[in-house]
């Protein structure tokens, strides 16, 4: 369902932007001398906009959540890298900044839904993720690897949350019980989410929203749209029982203008999909 990737921290430093375009760089020297991004506290600036087009009402939301959750630093890079910047993983952990955006279809339900949970849920994955060592059968995951187990497991737990099929916070109190799915079965939303730090750029995205980093002026995509006319996802909606038609363009079933979402029951088993990854450094894919 997600699909994640990581942008290194040189792409990282450049992803600030100036002052001009409303970014914020982190400080790379103290006293003369070059600090690593791993050592430097980084709050970026943000803004947001929407416009609720020819809909009757507006079904799309965004989230804006700095310092949701602090990641260990051996999530983002590898003991070599560390050891070469002087730095004890053990104890160090950077803040992580949460940006994302839902665009939702049949209502606006599953997009609030989205905006006022996924950050909640990437939290309590990270968690898990940083109380299980890393490891997989004695072996360090590979850490686009790594943020792909966690981005899957977060973008399928709200999936089931919206649905019906997981526990979640009902009324205030957590409870195994299934609850009531978030809304009728075609309502959905895309998911393209950025979570931020002074080293690492991840996204992960689902469904056709889009994740573009300006650098130097130039737009650099991180995020492949989960589109029915792709190659790879008429194959797979094709093998999964479903129909690309096109009507008013490539539809899934003649209704569906993407070829995966969070939420829209109706065609769950046609739109829904594992997750896989992709690797940036330097802006430039891996």
Known sequence: MATPGVLDNGAARAAGGSEADGGARPASRSGGKRRSAYLVEYAPAWGSAATRGRRAAMEDASAAVPRFAGVPVRMLAGARELDRHGIGAAALKLPLHLFGVYDGHGGSEVANYCANRMHVVLKEALGRAARAGLEESG????ITELW???FG??????????SGQASRLCGGVSSEAQC???AAGDVGSTAAVAVVCSSHIIV??????????SRGKEPVPLSDDHKP????????????GGRVIDWNGHRVSGVLAMSRSIGG??????????ARSQSYSSGKRR
């Not at 497991?153 to 919206?162: I, M, S, T």
């Not at 992960?204 to 980093?213: P, T």
């Open 204 to 213: 992960a995205n689902c469904g056709d929203s889009r994740v573009v980093l």
């Open 229 to 240: 006319d792709r190659e790879d996802e008429r194959a797979r909606i094709e093998a999964a």
């Open 148 to 150: 792909q187990k966690v």
């Open 265 to 274: 029951r109706w065609v769950w088993n046609i739109s829904h999909s594992n």
């Open 139 to 142: 072996e360090l995951l590979d």
């Open 153 to 162: 497991g977060c973008f399928q737990r709200v999936d089931d949350e919206v």
């Open 180 to 182: 009531k799915p978030v």
